[in-house]
């Protein structure tokens, strides 16, 4: 699409939205942040031109409208009540009813969920894993636990359908009371891995769980809302991204993992069954 095109359309949807508005040129001007002429020769025919993108920004949030609709790329409006950054920081609550996870699962509702651990899955987890994990990082345990029940509840709900893809060799540690696995006795670690086992199976097939190779492919943790979303695990925090083209990204780094898959899902459930505990 060449500048004169785009330009044309910018100018037909900014018409739309000043007689919507309801209000004189200047109102509308100052509201966007610019001045009365500079509204009059973006109205005006006489050049191909466009605004700054602050004032793209501006007109998009001050008339809850798409970039894309209203740069004549897009029909749908894509009404909202605000522009999101691009990307978000958001701390993890002490409480888990304080976090912001349990909106974006029900927001994700309906959609696939893609979700890298830290460590052994959240809702795969006994409750002496779940001690053991928050006293070590000095978490709440309460907390963690309703973050387990929450999370094993939203996948029992019918039409979830979540993915998760870790590393084997995480698992494999765990097994071996390797690295911040050490010391923990190995009757829990037998009956953590029981009790995956026996998860997998039953959430099977709309939660899958998948190994890979980590000599193979690296990732740190995080989990993909559906289209909405991604947010990385950053130790307490969340980086979340907004921005549809990162999101898309992030959606490819986790296909390129499924596709370095060594367990596949429907394997996961004998795998960790038949772990050797040392």
């Known amino acids: 699409m060449d500048k004169r095109t785009l330009a044309d ?3 037909a949807r900014l018409i739309q939205l000043v007689e919507r508005a309801g209000e004189s040129q200047s109102s509308f001007a100052a509201a966007i942040g610019i001045d009365r002429s500079a509204l009059s020769q973006l109205l005006s025919g006489d050049s191909a031109r466009l605004p700054r993108v602050e004032t793209l920004l501006n007109i998009a949030e001050r008339h809850s409208v798409s970039l894309d609709w209203l740069l004549g790329l897009s029909h749908d409006q894509g009404l909202m009540g605000e522009l999101r950054p ?7 609550g002490a409480d888990y009813t304080d976090t912001l996870l349990m909106k974006w699962h029900a927001e994700a509702t309906g959609s696939k969920i893609r979700y890298v651990p830290a460590r052994i899955p959240d809702l795969l987890r006994t409750p002496e894993i779940i001690a053991f994990e928050a006293m070590g990082a000095h978490q709440s345990v309460m907390a963690q636990v309703s973050e387990t029940a ?6 029992r709900q019918p039409g979830t359908d979540m993915e998760v893809c870790m590393p084997r060799e995480t698992l494999e540690a765990f097994a071996h009371g390797h690295g911040m696995w050490s010391g923990l006795d190995p009757h829990i670690r037998a009956e953590q891995l029981q009790h995956m086992s026996a998860l997998i199976s039953e959430l099977y097939p709309s ?4 190994l890979f190779n ?13 289209s909405q979303r991604a947010a990385l695990f950053v130790g307490g925090m969340y980086l979340v991204l907004n921005n549809a083209e990162a999101i898309r990204k992030m959606q490819c780094h986790f296909d390129e993992l499924i596709r370095f898959t060594c367990i596949h899902a ?6 960790v069954k038949k772990l050797d505990i040392r």
Do not use: C
Not at 207 to 210: N, Q, S, T, V, Y
């Open 9 to 11: 359309l910018f100018r």
């Open 86 to 92: 691009s990307f978000e920081i958001e701390e993890g």
């Open 150 to 155: 929450f999370r094993l509840d939203y996948n």
């Open 207 to 210: 939660f899958r769980l998948f």
């Open 214 to 226: 980590e000599k193979e492919r690296f990732s740190v943790p995080y989990t993909i809302f559906g």
């Open 266 to 271: 429907h394997e996961t459930a004998d795998f």
